[in-house]
């Protein structure tokens, strides 16, 4: 069974949602699908571990943003 995250569009492009899973060493385990305004972002919980790797991915791609704005 897989948890899915909505991400807009208007707040983050596919690229940066890309380069998070590869800081949070997720590639290749989450997947991306495209929606009307944005991505969901599936992630497995065949471990029960998907709403820890859900917030470990939240606040990098945050922590990126805010790396990026700040500087």
């Not at 897989?2 to 590869?22: G, R």
């Not at 009307?36 to 790797?53: C, E, I, N």
Request: hydrophobic residues 35%; glycine residues 8%.
């Amino acid at each position: 069974m897989n948890k899915t995250l909505e991400i807009s569009a208007m707040q983050y492009d596919f690229h940066t949602l890309l380069k998070v899973s590869d800081i949070c060493g997720l590639t290749g385990e989450i997947g991306f699908h495209d929606t009307d305004t944005g991505y969901l972002v599936s992630f497995p919980d065949d471990d029960g571990k998907a709403d820890q790797r859900m917030a470990e991915y939240k606040k990098r791609l945050v922590d990126l943003e805010n790396n990026i704005w700040n500087r």
